[in-house]
């Protein structure tokens, strides 16, 4: 028994990747070179503004029309990307149905797809001209080169990002406790949002923060479809590709560092608000 005990001891002291020393250490060098260091290249290539001239460059009148127009338009898919990413979620995990694992594989087609492509895809088919736009030309609906068209793309970069956070959850999620719920008179509704949703709410945060990051920085999928229109369907990413082929690198690295600033504050939050409803929950 004692021997029993002291490798049971000793197993539990050996991981499966031997080394803490040497796997951190990798992993600390990994963070450096690919994230780290590119990120301090855009604070230097800075030094040579001033606060008033990077100011002036972040606050330029183009530029504002851009960040209101991507992050509304960011916001919208990211809204609509979590209720049907849900739905998505829902289906493929409770229901056996003919070609499900073929609808599985299709969620993530635009991590696979090139995102040019996409927007090639997407501006086709929405333009006026196309199948579906044309539908809605005839109603005098635009699409393509409006902000409804950006959003769709945003909708189609983004989707997977939630149903692949969501799935896992309810794969794991005891059918028990819903059955249990109904036994006792709860309606469908009220199983729903009192028993599953603030278990995968936590997921569907997640979801829901990378696909608005994503699609704030989309650039190949949306710019197609967008249009590129002064103080109208102009995007922040498209403004910064501008901006480097007009060698105007001080520029674009101040846009850069606007939106790094956005998305670690965006991915900073939802952390917040996750840990926040995980302890809630646990009490």
Do not use: H
Not at 3 to 32: D, E, H, Q, W, Y
Not at 126 to 139: A, P, V
Not at 190 to 212: D, M, Q, Y
């Amino acid at each position: 028994m004692g021997k029993l005990m002291g490798k049971l001891r000793l197993a539990r002291g050996n991981n499966v990747i031997p080394g803490f020393g040497l796997s951190i250490g990798i992993t600390l060098a990994m963070l450096n070179f690919i994230v780290l260091i590119p990120l301090l290249s855009i604070l230097l290539n800075l030094s040579g503004m001033s606060l008033g001239e990077f100011w002036k460059t972040i606050t330029d009148r183009q530029l504002l029309a851009a960040y209101k127009l991507s992050f509304s338009c960011a916001l919208v898919a990211s809204v609509i990307n979590v209720f049907f990413g849900i739905l998505l979620a829902w289906i493929l995990t409770r229901y056996e149905f003919t070609g499900r694992r073929i609808l599985d594989g299709f969620i993530e087609l635009p991590f696979a797809l090139p995102t040019a492509v996409a927007g090639v895809s997407l501006t086709t088919l929405y333009s006026d001209k196309g199948w579906i736009g044309g539908l809605f030309d005839k109603i005098g609906v635009k699409i393509s080169y409006t902000a409804t068209g950006i959003t769709i793309a945003m909708i189609f970069i983004g989707i997977p990002f939630v149903v692949r956070s969501i799935q896992p959850v309810l794969e794991k999620l005891d059918r028990q406790y819903e059955e249990a719920a109904m036994i006792l008179g709860a309606s469908r509704s009220r199983t729903f949002f009192k028993v599953v949703f603030p278990e995968i709410f936590p997921a569907a945060l997640t979801g829901f923060g990378l696909a608005f990051a994503r699609a704030v920085g989309e650039y190949g999928s949306v710019v197609f479809i967008a249009g590129n229109i002064p103080y109208r369907t102009q995007i922040v990413p498209l403004l910064i590709v501008s901006k480097l082929e007009q060698f105007n690198y001080a520029a674009a690295t101040s846009v850069a560092l606007v939106m790094i600033v956005f998305a670690f504050v965006v991915l900073f939050s939802i952390n917040i608000i996750q840990a926040r409803v995980s302890k809630r929950a646990g009490e």
